[in-house]
Each structure stands twice: as C-alpha cells, then as structure tokens.
C-alpha cells in the first residue's frame, strides 16, 4: 500500500512537470512593447481564457432558442417479458391459504343408465404460474403553434444573454490590459530605482575614497571615513532590496500575463500624454460609449423586460397539434420478440389550454419581474453617476500628479546641483562631511520623490483609462 501511495504522489509530481513545461517560456533580448504584452496576455491568461468559455454556449443558446418554435418528435421501443407465479389465495373469510390444496366438490355427471346424477370428486388446485412477452413501438410529434407570445421573448433573453456573454469577455480583456499596463509601470519604475540606488552607491563609493584620501593627509578625522563606510554598506542593501522587489514585481507581471515565471525580457518604455490634452466632457461622453459594465447593465435591463413579457405570457392559451403512431403485440414466453408487432393504433390530437386561475401565482411572478426591472434600471442610473464621478476624479488626479511631478523634477535638478557644488567643495576642504552628507540625503529623497510621482502619474493615466474604458495612448 504505502510503495502504492509513493507512486501515485510521484505520477501527480510527473504531471505538474508536464504542465509546468506546458507554460509559455519567453525570453528576449528585444524589448517588448505594451501592446504586444497584452496579446501574450490576452492567449495565455487563465481567467480571460475561461471568460471566452462561455461564449461556446451562444449557439446552443441560439439553437435551443429557435427550437421551440420547431415540432418535437419522439420515438419508442419496448421489450418486456413477465413471470408470475402465485402460491397463495384469499378465503371468503379473509384468510389466506397456500396452494396445492386438495378439496372435494360436487359435479353432475351421468350414470350407467344415462340420467345425471350428483357425484362426489376430489379436486386438487395447484400453483398458477406462467411467462409472456410483449413488444411495442412508438412514433410521436408535437407542435406547439401558440403559447402565449412565450417563445418569442425567450428567444429575445437568448439574444441578450449572448450578448451578456461577449460583453463579459470584452471586460475580461479590458481588465487585463490595465492590470498589465500597471504592473509594467511598476516593473519600469522599480528598474528606475534600481539604478538610482546603483548611481547612489557610486556616489557613496567616491565619498567614501574621498575622505580615506582626506584622511590619509590629516585633512579629516577616522569618524567621517568610519561614517562614509556606514553610507556606503546602506547603499548597497538598498540596491540588494530594491532588486529583490523589481524581481518579485517581474514574477507577478508574468503570472499575469500566464506564463512562466522565469520568462525575462526588457520591457519598452511608453510615451506619456499630460492632462491638458483631453477635454473633461469628452471623456465623460467617450465613458458612456465604451464602458463595458455599462453595456452590461444596458443589456441585463432590455433582458429584464423581456422577462416581464415572458411572464405575462402565461395569462394567455395555449394551442398545439400532435399525432401519436403506435404498435404492440402480447405473446407468450415461446413467441420470439415483433419487431413489426401486429396491433396497430394511430392518434390525432389538437389541444387547448387555458388557465384560468393559479392562486395568484403568475401575478406575483410578473410583479417580482417588475421589481427586478427596476432594481437593473436604478442599477444602471447609480452606474452612470459613478462612471462620470470616476472620470471627473481621475481627471483631476491626473492633472494634480502631473503638476507635482513638474516640481519634483525642478527639485531633483536642483539637488543635483547642490551635490555637485558640496561634493566639490569637500574635495577642495571647503566643507565639512556633514554637510555633503545632507546635500546626498537632500539628493537622494528629491529622486525618489520624483520616481513616486512618475509611478503616481504612470497610475493615475492608467486610472483615468480604467475610467473612460479605452486606451488613451
């Protein structure tokens, strides 16, 4: 049992292997644009792929739809054979006796000179049994010609539903590129870090030779060497952090995107737009038009209407037409099975039914359908407020980040300059270590501060996008 166990844990670890392998590699050298990352996306993504699952029900959909407007025709064929045997009967006093039995009875029987005369016999009643075979075949077809306007509109849910379902996919997709555009804006921005804090190193690395040379000539004391070494071991676990991150933002972009987590490339840089180059209205109306989880709302309210028309279709008759052709045969266990048996019986029906009253149970279906009709109606109005409040607000944002990162760029300018005037004057002694040590902070944080705006405006386009329901670039 346990040599068992250990083959089947090893077939389960054979075929993760397989699968594992069955995953998209990809490694390049050339980097890849966003939209070509969204096609990978798009073939590979787990959840986008079962999204497009449900479009394989639209012709079924369609097909059952359209079907009820079509005759139904059914055929049958049946064999049987019976056995019985009965061992027990019931007296006149209601109780049960068992068989054989043995009884005498009077008879009429003639005698020797011809006249009839009463005799005594002795009756002996054995077990019934027996066995008898029957065959039969069937032919049936149907055709419903009225049911209340019914089938019409639940050929008019179908159209819904299957668009439903292709609005379904088309958000799966959408989804997915913003979700790709922001993880490459992360992955971008983190390479950026990367090397800021590599650029940062090497500063702290000629810090550092600077006040060991200053040292050596009695220029500076042993604490600013021993303080510059502490500066520069900081920056080199800032750049081992900041790599750790970039390779785990890396790994999550690929799993996105379906495909193995080892898969390394480049990635290309996108062009940016400022927010002074879209109108607000525009892209509330551009909003209104390619939102997809407004589509959907649009179509599940004309599909709860239908389902109002549907309902109020049972108030009306019904009406078909029918005919039933059949044949059977009885025979006993010697008779072999009829595949033409000999009774023959055909049926012609048409049929009419009208419900009159059912307890009231198709007023409170319509009424719950009407409900329903508003509950998607409000559904939609609360939709469109918040589409065009997200929109606005993105806007906003938008423009706000943009601003701020005009001036985190100043400042970065500036504080490199500052660097590189402190750093001078530390090499000539002007300065003292202290203060080239805060022209680095000073330079450090108006770096990062810079690539957080670029990150923050990266993602506030991206929302604005999200917003608007298209590409904007």
């Known amino acids: 049992m346990r040599s068992l166990i250990w083959w089947v844990v090893l077939w389960g670890m054979a075929c993760g292997g397989v699968r594992a392998e069955e995953l998209l590699r990809l490694n390049s050298d050339t980097p890849l644009t966003l939209d070509s ?3 990978i996306g798009l073939r590979e993504n787990s959840a986008v792929r079962q999204s497009r699952l449900a479009l394989k029900l639209n012709r079924p959909g369609d097909l059952a739809a359209i079907g009820r407007f079509l005759p139904t025709v059914s055929l ?12 027990t009967f019931v007296n006149p006093d209601g109780s049960v006796s068992s068989l054989p039995i043995t009884f005498e009875d009077v008879v009429i029987v003639p005698d020797s000179a011809g006249s009839l005369v009463l005799d005594t016999v002795t009756v002996t009643q054995n077990p019934s049994e027996g066995k008898s075979r029957s065959n039969s075949w069937s032919a049936n077809a149907n055709l419903s010609l009225f049911e209340g306007g019914q089938r019409i509109f639940l050929y008019r849910i179908a159209q819904s539903q299957k668009k439903i379902n292709t609005l379904t996919v088309e958000d799966a ?8 555009a922001q993880q490459v804006v992360g992955v971008l921005t983190l390479e950026k870090v990367v090397a800021l ?45 900041s790599e750790r991150e970039l390779e785990k933002r890396r790994e999550d972009l690929n799993q996105t995107l379906g495909i193995n987590l080892a898969s390394r490339f480049p990635i290309a840089e996108t062009g940016t737009l400022t927010p002074y180059q879209f109108n607000l209205d525009e892209l509330v109306g551009q909003a209104w038009q390619n939102r997809t989880d407004l589509e959907l709302a649009l179509a599940r309210v ?9 309902a109020r279709g049972a108030y009306l008759p019904r009406v078909s037409l029918g005919a039933t052709r059949s044949a059977s045969e009885q025979s006993g266990a010697d008779q072999a099975f009829q595949l033409n048996p000999r009774n023959r ?12 009253f059912d307890g009231f149970a198709r007023e409170f279906d319509v009424a719950s359908r009407k409900v329903d009709l508003r509950r998607a109606e409000e559904s939609e109005r609360d939709l ?3 589409i065009e409040k997200g929109v606005r607000e993105a806007y906003r944002n938008l423009a706000t980040v943009f601003d701020q990162m005009q001036i985190t760029n100043r400042n970065r300018d500036l504080a490199n300059r500052t660097l590189e005037l402190e750093r001078e004057r530390y090499r000539l002694g002007a300065t003292s270590a202290l203060s080239l040590r805060d022209a680095q902070v000073t330079y450090e944080r108006a770096e990062t501060d810079h690539l957080q ?17 298209k590409s904007l670039r």
Do not use: M, P
Request: overall charge negative.
């Open 173 to 180: 997709h959408k989804s997915l590129t913003r979700t790709v």
């Open 345 to 356: 019986n055909t049926t012609y029906y048409a049929s009419l039914s009208w419900n009159i």
């Open 37 to 39: 990352l969204v096609s």
């Open 76 to 87: 049958g064929l049946n064999f049987s054979e019976s056995q019985f045997e009965n061992r």
């Open 197 to 241: 804090n590599k650029r940062l190193r090497d500063q702290r690395q000629d810090a550092f030779d600077l006040a060991k040379a200053r040292y050596e000539v009695g220029a500076v004391t042993e604490l600013d060497v021993l303080q510059a070494e502490i500066e520069l071991g900081t920056a080199e676990n800032a750049i081992a952090s």
């Open 302 to 310: 004309k599909q709860t209407r239908d389902y109002i028309n549907y």
């Open 453 to 469: 705006k670029e990150l923050e405006y990266q993602s506030s386009l991206i929302a604005l996008e999200l917003a608007v329901g």
């Open 384 to 386: 469109r407020l918040s």
